[in-house]
């Protein structure tokens, strides 16, 4: 990530802007009856998200254009909507989520720090924030929502999506569809990945400090959203070991043709074969490993929860019918500990594939 222009005043970071957005003929936009046309406007810390853009290359018109075109700014906006509501740009760069007014607080909060995380780190695995609203409709109510990268786009279409927390307790599928497309969480994981040894050091040092960031602020329940895109060759029943041919690609490769790390990172991946209860096949029972040269994509999303009272009562209520460190409401130190340590045995260095060791 390249330095922004401008250094930033502790103002910037409190600082508002109202605003108003109406749609008129002239936009050429078909409303259907009953619809809101007029909207009030506020950002938050309007500088701060500017200087974040810049750092990505991201034009704002060309922002505002994204998130405000067509019908996403009406469906935002709309009444009966309960907890919060995802959405994707009308150009797929950008996620739109709503958010609890507790969520805007914490945001805010740590917004200082995590800008300083991203302009520290330019290989953050974080998901990008790029902007912080609230928007009423002309007789309507308040919704607040950040916009944040895709980390999943791609001109690649993606064979499986994963919501991983590393935790056990009710991670498994139960029809989490977003934008038609299935969400599967941590039990339904049935992959292992082998990277490039130094590859994989890499993304496990990165996570580190993102989790080292996220702990120190008190965050927990956040995710690695992960893309597997199948190459069309190890579709056709690849069974000999990890291949891809990789070997000399460095991480200045991968951020030159990819432009962000976490996208489009080549990876063999070995499929292991999961009982009913979700437990992984022993090594001893996989006769041919199934591998497949595959691309990833992930970053690490949902970092707007603190361990308050509501998930210190979660913990606590929970704990008491099951093993607590298989439940998701856990403080930030142990879930950052456990996120990371989950992942170290989902991203495997390539040399050790040759041992075959499934053990999970």
Not at 261 to 281: C, D, H, Q, W, Y
């Amino acid at each position: 990530m390249a330095m922004g222009r401008g250094e930033l005043s502790p103002q910037d970071f409190k600082a508002t802007k109202n605003n108003w957005i109406q749609y008129t003929k002239k936009n050429n936009i078909r409303l259907p009856q009953g619809s809101y046309t007029d909207f009030e406007w506020k950002d938050y810390c309007p500088a701060v998200f500017r200087n974040i853009l810049e750092l990505e290359k991201i034009d704002y018109a060309d922002y505002m254009l994204s998130i405000c075109g067509d019908e996403t700014l009406r469906e935002v906006s709309s009444p009966g909507r309960i907890g919060n509501v995802i959405f994707l740009s009308n150009d797929d760069r950008f996620v739109i989520k709503t958010l609890r007014k507790s969520e805007v607080k914490v945001l805010r909060e740590m917004l200082p720090k995590y800008y300083r995380h991203l302009k520290t780190h330019g290989f953050s695995l974080l998901t990008t924030l790029y902007g912080l609203h609230v928007v009423r409709p002309i007789g309507g109510i308040k919704v607040y929502f950040a916009v944040m990268s895709n980390v999943l786009q791609s001109d690649l279409h993606l064979h499986r999506r994963y919501d991983l927390k590393g935790s056990s307790r009710g991670r498994n599928f139960n029809k989490v569809i977003v934008h038609e497309e299935i969400i599967y969480k941590d039990i339904d994981l049935d992959f292992y990945f082998y990277l490039e040894p130094s590859l994989r050091n890499k993304i496990l040092s990165q996570l580190k400090y993102d989790c080292e960031f996220l702990e120190a602020e008190g965050i927990m329940d956040y995710s690695l959203l992960l893309g597997v895109h199948i190459e069309a060759s190890s579709r056709q029943g690849m069974r000999t070991g990890p291949v891809h041919d990789d070997a000399e690609l460095t991480v200045a490769d991968i951020l030159k043709h990819n432009g962000r790390f976490g996208a489009k990172l080549p990876a063999s991946a070995v499929r292991t074969p999961r009982n009913e209860m979700g437990i992984v096949s022993s090594p001893s029972r996989v006769r041919v490993p199934e591998c497949y040269n595959v691309l990833l994509y992930f970053g690490i999303i949902d970092i707007f929860q603190n361990y308050n009272v509501i998930k210190r009562l979660e913990h606590a209520y929970k704990s008491i019918q099951y093993d607590s460190k298989s439940i998701s409401a856990v403080n930030p130190k142990v879930y950052s500990s456990r996120f990371q340590d989950f992942l170290a045995k989902v991203f495997l260095a390539r040399e050790s594939s040759k041992n075959w060791n499934f053990e999970f």
